[in-house]
T-cell receptor
Framework: EAQVTQNPRYLITVTGKKLTVTCSQNMNHEYMSWYRQDPGLGLRQIYYSMNVEVTDKGDVPEGYKVSRKEKRNFPLILESPSPNQTSLYFC???????????????FGDGTRLSIL | KQEVTQIPAALSVPEGENLVLNCSFTDSAIYNLQWFRQDPGKGLTSLLLIQSSQREQTSGRLNASLDKSSGRSTLYIAASQPGDSATYLCAVSYQTGANNLFFGTGTRLTVIP
């Protein structure tokens, strides 16, 4: 089954304790992206990757890191989490050709992070 | 800055009614527009994708239209069912930025049996 898998689904942690949210897709997609969703603000893009070893900032990259060492994986790293990073996070992927893509994005089920 | 707006924020309708959800965007140079459905505790499911060269797309009881010149899209749901209850999000992709999506804040739909 084609899917985007995020882990963990839920996490409560404390300020400053490094954490990683994993994202894996089994569709051989080139493009992967991370979003955060906050009430009243909608989904906002954090980072994206157009292929292995190619990553770039989205709208709200501060406090986050990503890496794309393999095509299927795109982990999101919070080096020193803070309470304002409490949010619902989504990973997404799609095939990508050229300047843009008319392929729909596939989303994971989300990771709810609470930073105390 | 690209802004995507969805009105209303919430909508309740009795089962069987036809309904329209609205989405507007400030920058008309879009590459495509997608409508998603989000269920509580779940991710987003892509419903329809309209390319910038298209006027509408249909899937079952859903029909999405696109008017680039006015910066608007609508999602029409025919003969609504309680199972249609969810939050509906629209998102646009712009020609200048990969496949990055800019989302509206959604319309929460409740279909009353």
């Amino acid at each position: 089954e084609a899917q985007v898998t995020q882990n963990p689904r839920y996490l409560i942690t404390v300020t400053g304790k490094k954490l990683t949210v994993t994202c894996s897709q089994n569709m051989n997609h080139e493009y992967m992206s991370w979003y955060r969703q906050d009430p009243g603000l909608g989904l906002r893009q954090i980072y994206y990757s157009m292929n292995v070893e190619v990553t770039d900032k989205g709208d709200v990259p501060e406090g986050y890191k990503v890496s794309r060492k393999e095509k299927r994986n795109f982990p999101l790293i919070l080096e020193s989490p803070s309470p304002n990073q409490t949010s619902l996070y989504f990973c997404a992927s799609s095939s990508f050709v050229g300047q843009g893509s008319n392929q729909p994005q596939h989303f994971g089920d989300g990771t709810r992070l609470s930073i105390l | 800055k690209q802004e995507v707006t969805q009105i209303p924020a919430a909508l309740s309708v009795p089962e069987g009614e036809n309904l329209v959800l609205n989405c507007s965007f400030t920058d008309s140079a879009i590459y495509n527009l997608q409508w998603f459905r989000q269920d509580p505790g779940k991710g987003l499911t892509s419903l329809l994708l309209i390319q910038s060269s298209q006027r509408e797309q249909t899937s079952g009881r859903l029909n999405a239209s696109l008017d680039k010149s006015s910066g608007r899209s609508t999602l029409y749901i025919a003969a609504s069912q309680p199972g249609d209850s969810a939050t509906y999000l629209c998102a646009v992709s712009y020609q200048t930025g990969a496949n990055n999506l800019f989302f509206g804040t959604g319309t929460r739909l409740t279909v009353i049996p």
